[in-house]
């Protein structure tokens, strides 16, 4: 075994034939496997360059890499680098291994233009001290499906349809309505071809987990798709009868009403006795819509992190609510460019101008404290409570309140 303490570290990209290799440590960071159905699944998504291994004493102990993506910020979209397959072998782990990785991995979206990254946390001690902030929440819940009563249900009519489709017509069908959807809703991100065959509509065994093979609906009004629904039946039963377990993997449409009905339709499917679902958004419609939302024990987590790595860039891509100006003193311990004054003029709809500044500050901010306000998931005000912010000068948090409001709650669905 090599000594992490005297043996050269060194990071490279792996080969494009080294691929399978190159994930090996992940299977014990994680102590679960990686399958070849998994492995041949991923690998049309995976750009070899975008991807680093540490080697200690010439023995590959670690893995990063990432997906380069679009996401989309309040009034457009930022490039955003998808930090993914994050892992150090469990012999060679507090060595530094994962910062100069990650400082790798920044660097490299940095070079491809992507000021943002974003990342799915395993846990959220790890990123906090990378400077990665709360971008959007997610929200879950298991229900009993008896429990799923609206108060004013949608009747039958003339004109929607909703149907079960193959992966086929539903590799056609879905993405243009969760374009639509990622088009007006921030922290959303782009899914490639691949990424929805490959990964999401697909019903590979590996993927099931004991959860049932997977089903997918589709809802049309006047025969033009509407929203879809993507979802497990797990088959069981006890001696009182059917106590199926559906899981909503991902449900969405581009208008309320056939939102409200695709949700009527896997809560009314027979067989089933209790529906669970996972990466909601937060708030969740069904709050509104059922006559006990209580009931249904939701649950909100942290959803997707984000990390600024380029802070004039990142504050300029997005529009704000409203014109005002707000200089921000922002600390930020790992990329020093980030840190200092930075005055914020805000023009509404209108591109914002991000410049250096002298003039006194007017709030105090961290920079993971920046990327939980940046698309609308917390207000500065909760970030204030929370000793996150410090306002400066009085009126400041109200003005910056005001201008980093989101037209629409931040959500992301998209597992990488």
Not at 174 to 197: C, H, M, N
Not at 201 to 217: K, Q, V
């Amino acid at each position: 075994m090599t000594d992490p303490s005297t043996d050269e570290i060194t990071l490279r990209s792996p080969a494009p034939d080294e691929m399978r290799e190159a994930f090996a440590p992940l299977m014990p960071a994680f102590a679960s496997d990686f399958t070849e159905a998994e492995f041949a699944a991923e690998r049309p998504l995976i750009d070899p360059e975008r991807f680093v291994n540490a080697f200690v004493g010439g023995e590959r102990v670690a893995t990063g890499g990432a997906f380069g993506m679009r996401m989309t910020v309040p009034g457009g979209e930022i490039g955003a680098s998808g930090i993914t397959a994050i892992g150090v072998r469990p012999d060679h782990t507090r060595r530094g291994l994962l910062r100069r990785m990650m400082d790798w991995l920044w660097d490299d979206a940095r070079a491809r233009d992507e000021p943002v990254a974003v990342l799915i946390a395993s846990e959220a001690a790890i990123y906090q001290r990378f400077g990665y902030g709360v971008g959007a929440l997610n929200s879950r819940f298991e229900v009993d499906r008896s429990r799923l009563v609206f108060r004013q249900p949608m009747p039958p009519r003339d004109g929607v349809r909703i149907r079960m489709i193959d992966i086929d017509e539903a590799a056609t069908v879905f993405p243009p309505i969760y374009d639509a959807l990622r088009a007006i809703t921030p922290g959303t991100l782009t899914r490639e071809g691949a990424r929805w065959r490959n990964i999401i509509l697909s019903d590979e065994e590996w993927m099931r987990r004991g959860d049932g093979p997977t089903y997918r609906a589709v809802i049309e009004v006047d025969g033009v798709p509407r929203g879809y629904a993507l979802y497990r039946v797990k088959s069981e039963w006890t001696d009182r009868g059917p106590a199926g377990r559906l899981l909503v993997q991902e449900l969405a449409a581009v208008d309320p009403e056939s939102e409200q009905r695709l949700w009527q339709f896997v809560s009314s499917i027979d067989l089933v006795g209790s529906v669970t679902a996972w990466r909601g958004p937060v708030p969740h419609p069904l709050q509104f819509w059922l006559q006990e939302p209580r009931r249904l024990g939701l649950t909100t987590i942290d959803g997707l992190w984000l990390r600024i790595l380029d802070l004039p860039t990142t504050l300029a891509a997005r529009t704000y609510a409203g014109e005002g100006t707000v200089v921000l003193e922002v600390t930020d311990d790992l990329i020093v460019a980030n840190a200092g004054r930075w005055h914020l003029t805000a023009r509404g709809d209108q591109p914002a101008s991000v410049e250096r500044t002298t003039a006194e500050p007017d709030l105090a901010i961290d920079i993971g404290a920046l990327a939980s306000i940046y698309l609308g998931a917390f207000r500065v005000a909760d970030l204030v409570r929370a000793g996150q912010v410090t306002e400066l000068r009085p009126g400041a948090l109200r003005i910056a309140d005001v201008l980093f409001t989101s037209p629409r709650a931040p959500f992301s669905n998209t597992m990488f």
